[in-house]
């Protein structure tokens, strides 16, 4: 087993507890789980309304106006995406996209 250090630091309407930092989650996975299989363990941990704040489960993709990041490296910019293999340690953070001018 591995464990993850979750943090959420954006406005959550189903969460109060989780949102904007208040609270660190640590998730327990299976070794070799993906950042894609950190997200359906989301769902089943803190249920669905959370999990559709934060990804599309049909597709399987962030939403449009969410980030996220393990370790600091945005996860869309990785090379594996969300099919990036997850250890132990690793720091998973969500956040807004921020848009300015």
Do not use: C
Not at 29 to 49: H, I
Not at 66 to 87: F, K, M, Q, S, Y
């Amino acid at each position: 087993m591995i464990t993850v250090d979750i943090k959420f630091m954006l406005y959550l309407k189903s969460s109060e507890d989780l949102r904007m930092g208040k609270k660190d989650v640590s998730e327990a996975l299976k070794e070799g789980s993906t950042f894609a299989d950190l997200l359906k363990e989301l769902e089943q941990n803190f249920g669905s309304a959370l999990a559709e704040e934060i990804y599309d489960p049909r597709t399987q993709s962030m939403q449009e106006l969410v980030r996220a990041t393990i370790n600091g490296v945005l996860v869309h910019n990785l090379p594996e995406g969300t099919d990036t293999e997850l250890h132990h340690g690793d720091a998973v953070i969500f956040f807004p996209l921020v848009m300015g001018g």
